[in-house]
């Protein structure tokens, strides 16, 4: 940690409003020289691509979002010596009630770096007050603890008690024993408690250990890519079970198809259901618009949509071949030294050609219902050099058993890989692993079919800017109920 006395220098030019600080030793050496400033969307993205915490909400494409929706954003960094060792996309939201500003899964920095933290963090609560922000709230993206798919402690270092930021970490993923990858991981994207002390120090109060979904999850399931040759590989990586699911969607004439904005109808629809089934609100279409919109490419929205002539065509032929079966082993039974053996072969020919004319009678219901061609499942995932992220998704449950989520899910890792990605995050769980009856088991359960791992983040801190005015907002949403 830099030992010396900070001297501060604000200096203003056009379009541009930085702060400096020049640390000296007690002897009147230069030790260090931090620059505040904004930065350019380009160098964003390219800082937001180097480092471990780097993910989609500390991107330009983001900022634009946010920015489309009527929020204050703002683009800030610190230089050390020219070059960029922190960023953030500065949100402030305006109300009638209160101005507030968040950052998003940031800053992006080194957080055992103490000087580099205390600096930036210094300067990002001037910033939000001068903004007029009562209250700067801030996620990190920083990792508390890695954990199993079962929600157990990794061991080997990765406990919060025993874990030091300095401490090295492997170099390649292996097998944690329950079926789940260990991921390496470097340690600048880890945050623990020396870390939350220097952000305590700044005013900063953390929210504590969570669980249950938020909007930004502070629970994580990640899948680890990075010693997965291809998706032969991947698909063996799956549990028993979600291996079956994917091939059974395959063989039902399930496909994945990226849809363009026209189409955001029928994918604002499929998540309407889900939030219904789910019990929480759905973004509106507009919503989805503007992230097709700000996103561009970064941005991929998918349907799994199922072949119903398909599927009934392939169950009309293993009709046939049933009943060609039941035939030939009649025919046998005039012959046969053993007819018990065959008139047992008859039976379980009989159960397949019941199984399929059931099949085959529920494809023309479907049909009928709902034409040759069905979108049963949505989902959208977005783009980031380091990983990609699973954000939204929907299902018609009364096709829940073609397995469209589970061939959404199959087709991004697939993608991934041919991308050269290290890691798959499917975003938010509720942190709750041991109860059966929790809101999200189902949720939970269904992304641990993949086998991956659990990452508990740090969470949420804030900062009151503005002691009164704070009080006054408090006030005024107890009195509206609020």
């Known amino acids: 940690m830099l030992q010396g006395v900070p001297v501060w220098r604000v200096s203003a030019r056009y ?45 330009s494409q983001m900022a634009a979002m946010r920015r489309s929706q009527g929020t204050q954003v703002e683009i800030l960094a610190v230089k050390r010596e020219g070059t960029v060792v922190a960023a953030c996309v500065l949100e402030t939201y305006h109300s009638r009630l209160s101005t507030f500003s968040v950052v998003h899964n940031g800053p992006l920095l080194d957080y055992h770096d103490e000087e580099l933290v205390t600096f930036f963090f210094t300067q990002l609560q001037q910033r939000a007050r001068k903004n007029g922000a009562s209250q700067l709230e801030i996620i990190p993206e920083t990792i508390y603890n890695l954990r199993n798919s079962d ?132 973004r509106p279409l507009e919503y989805f618009q503007a992230l097709y919109d700000n996103l561009g490419d970064k941005a991929q929205f998918m349907l799994a949509t199922l072949d119903l002539k398909y599927y009934l065509e392939q169950w009309e032929a293993k009709k046939q071949k049933a009943e060609a079966e039941i035939a030939r082993l009649q025919a046998l039974l005039a012959t046969s030294r053993y007819p018990e053996s065959v008139h047992k072969k008859i039976a379980t020919a009989q159960k ?40 939204f998704s929907g299902s018609d449950e009364k096709y829940a058993k073609f397995y469209g989520p589970t061939a959404l899910q199959h087709w991004v890792m697939t993608e991934s ?58 006030i005024a949403h107890h009195l509206l109920g609020r």
């Open 15 to 59: 379009n541009e409003v930085f702060a400096t600080a020049t640390y000296r030793s007690t002897y009147g050496v230069l030790m260090s020289s931090l620059q505040f400033t904004e930065i350019s969307p380009q160098d964003l993205d390219s800082f937001s691509a180097s480092l471990p915490q780097g993910n989609f909400q500390q991107t």
């Open 151 to 282: 929600g157990s402690l990794m061991g080997d270092g990765f406990s919060a008690a025993g874990h030091d930021a300095g401490d090295d970490v492997p170099a390649a993923s292996h097998d944690a024993g329950d079926g789940s990858s260990r991921p390496a991981i470097s340690p600048v994207a880890f945050a623990r408690e020396p870390e939350i002390a220097t952000l305590e120090k700044l005013g900063f109060k953390h929210s504590g250990f969570t669980v249950g979904y938020t909007t930004i999850p502070r629970w994580r399931y990640l899948k680890d890519l990075s010693t997965i040759a291809d998706e032969k590989a991947l698909l063996a990586s799956y549990s028993k079970n979600t291996r079956r699911n994917v091939k059974i969607a395959a063989k039902s004439g399930v496909t994945v198809r990226a849809i363009g904005r026209d189409e955001l109808p029928i994918f604002h629809h499929l998540c309407e259901l889900a939030s219904e089934k789910q019990g929480f609100d759905n």
């Open 352 to 391: 397949t050609l019941t199984a399929c004319e059931n099949r085959i009678a529920r494809a023309h219901e479907y049909i009928e219902q709902d034409g040759t061609t069905v979108d049963i499942s949505a989902a959208m995932f977005v783009w980031h050099p380091r990983q990609a992220f699973y954000l």
């Open 417 to 474: 890989l041919k991308r050269g990605l290290m890691s798959y995050n499917f975003y938010g769980i509720d942190g709750v692993f041991n109860d059966p009856n929790s809101q999200g088991h189902g949720v939970l359960e269904f992304k641990q079919g993949f086998q991956g791992y659990v990452a508990e983040m740090t969470g949420q801190f804030s900062v009151v800017l503005k002691p009164v005015t704070y009080a006054m907002k408090q």
